[in-house]
């Protein structure tokens, strides 16, 4: 699957918020935070068939 | 070739032998932005005079990077053509991750525009071009080189100022005091203003070097390079672009914890440069080691004293908004400031001027503070978001969008101003002007050389523009009429602005109002009102 832009001209302050979200943690507060981020926005999707091609997109190529 | 920084004349001023009568408009600083103010306020028939403390153009290139909106402010100040043929036009951008290519843009695929997104061209020829162009305001623009300007005070009416010059001390007094004199100003230091905002822990390294052979390789029209984590500047970012004259500018991320003055010298910066450009020769031009700042004044205009420019606020440079800001700066305060020097507009109207210039100050500080914080992760979890954008970018068009090696200058749009009149149409009230190529009586032109300077109504619908005092008119692909008319003879205008509207453009370019009727007394109180009358 190929994820096309949705964010548009917000991209900027959703990426400045996101990294603004983990400011001060630490490493291991951040994994948490992901994790209930991951689980957030999957339920925001609602659709299993897109959860799982997105499961499936972002496997390819992980670095050793 | 070296530029040639041939010192402008000094001659000793009036004031050392007598009192000058009050002058209407002292500039403080005769960079780029003092020297477009002067231009600016001397189309308009007020006198100004330029007061500068050193007696040469920019000594480096400093600013290289002049955006569209510049440029047609600048076509508008009458160097624009000349910065378009010294420049070097660019548009396509590479963005590289490691010794990859993740994404390249094309900056304006579209055609019909008199001048390109952006050229390259070094600060000290802009100076230069405006110098050349105040000159022929002699009798307006009153350049004086060393002359600093050593206290001044605001007496609510008129500011008092004290300068000095090889010959000694004189006495100065204007009704306005614009402050130009830059990142480190004076001015503001004098008046014990701070600059709020970010500081960038990371020291930049900055370098121009001149080279024969392109660093660019087979690529034969000019580009933008961006690299996050260089194989050969390991762990850093890295940005090359191309000027006029074989000059190169090449930026370095540096890191935290290096002494600016010891990177700062040939012996340290010859092998990074060769890192980059290979085993080519090349003579290292200036060098600059810099720590970024996002930061601006809580307000512009302090009763009799108006800042402008790097005084007023400053960026980190990528995006290319300091040079930018500063001229669309000038742009905005140029028409008020003349306005209520003439009386047409109550001082009021400089009120608009802070509101406006801050609003657009904020959008450009958030554009280079998130470009730069993403080049420059702070820390871990940071540097993996970053990393897998740059990952994820090769193949997903959504994490091209987030990747930031700069969000380029764009003109702020002002649609919360208290001058506009709110209103929709293809190009609202608020956004600054888009180019369109016509075809007049006199052949072919361009809508940003006709449009700029005054209050103009444009349509391109077949409705006779009403005669209203103060106000030019262009009509687009209508009958002869008693004002200029032109031809939409590529389609331009029409695609951009349509021809259901009436526009009012301000003197900076940017619609005012729109109508879908020439109704007089709607143009009248969305004119008045633009000029800050309140109703």
Known sequence: MILQDKLGEEADTFYKALISA??????????????????????????????????????????? | MAYDYTPFPYTPPPGLTHAE???????????????????????????????????????????????????????????????????????????????????????????????????????????????????????????????????????????????????????????????????????????????????????????????????????????????????????QSALLHKQPDNIYRIDLQLGPDTDPKEEATEAK??????AIVGDAPFRIDWMSVYRFRCARLNRFVHNRVIFAGDSAHVVSPFGARGGNGGIQDVDNLGWKLALVLQGKASPELLESYNEERVEAADENMFNSACATNFMTPRSSIERLFRDQVLALAARHPFARKLINSGRLSQPCVLSGSSLQTSGSAPLSPGHALLDAPLTGRAGPAWLVTEAQGRFTLVTANDQPLPDITGIERIGIDQAESCYPCFADSEGCFKARYGTAHIYLFRPDGHVCAVFDTPDVDAIVTAHNRAMGATQ
């Not at chain 1, 943690?25 to 999957?42: F, G, I, K, Y």
């Not at chain 2, 162009?133 to 500011?159: M, P, Q, W, Y």
């Not at chain 2, 203003?193 to 020291?203: I, M, R, V």
């Not at chain 2, 910066?269 to 060769?274: A, G, L, M």
Request: charged share 25%.
């Open chain 2, 269 to 274: 910066v010859r092998p990074r440069i060769t």
């Open chain 2, 21 to 235: 009568p009050r002058h209407r408009v002292v500039i403080v600083g005769a960079g780029p932005i003092g020297l477009a103010m002067a231009v600016d306020l001397a189309l308009q028939g007020i006198a100004t005079v330029v007061l500068d403390d050193n007696n040469v153009v920019s000594v480096g290139s400093r600013a290289i990077c002049w955006a569209k909106r510049s440029l047609e402010i600048c076509d508008r100040l009458g160097i624009g053509e000349r910065m378009l043929a010294k420049g070097v036009t660019w548009k396509v951008g590479r963005n590289f991750h490691k010794g990859d290519q993740v994404y390249a843009f094309d900056l304006q695929p579209d055609m019909g525009f008199k001048y390109p997104a952006f050229i390259n061209l070094q600060q000290y020829y802009v100076e230069q071009y405006l110098i050349d162009r105040a000159r022929e305001f002699s009798d307006l623009i009153d350049l004086r080189f060393l002359n600093k300007v050593i206290a001044h005070t605001d007496c609510g009416d008129h500011v008092k100022l004290e300068v000095s010059t090889p010959d000694g001390d004189y006495p100065l007094e204007a009704e306005y005091y614009i402050a130009c004199d830059g990142a480190g100003s004076p001015t503001r230091e004098r008046m014990q203003l701070a600059l709020d905002g970010q500081t960038f822990d990371e020291n930049f390294l900055i370098v121009d070097v001149e080279m024969e052979t392109s660093p660019f390789g087979d690529h034969a029209t000019p580009e933008r390079w961006f690299w996050f984590a260089p194989p050969f500047h390991s762990g």
């Open chain 1, 22 to 64: 983990h400011e001060g943690l630490t490493e291991a507060q951040s994994h948490t935070l992901n994790a209930r981020l991951v689980l957030m926005m999957a339920n925001q999707i609602g659709d299993l068939g897109m959860l799982t091609d997105i499961f499936e997109t972002a496997l390819q190529d992980l670095p050793d």
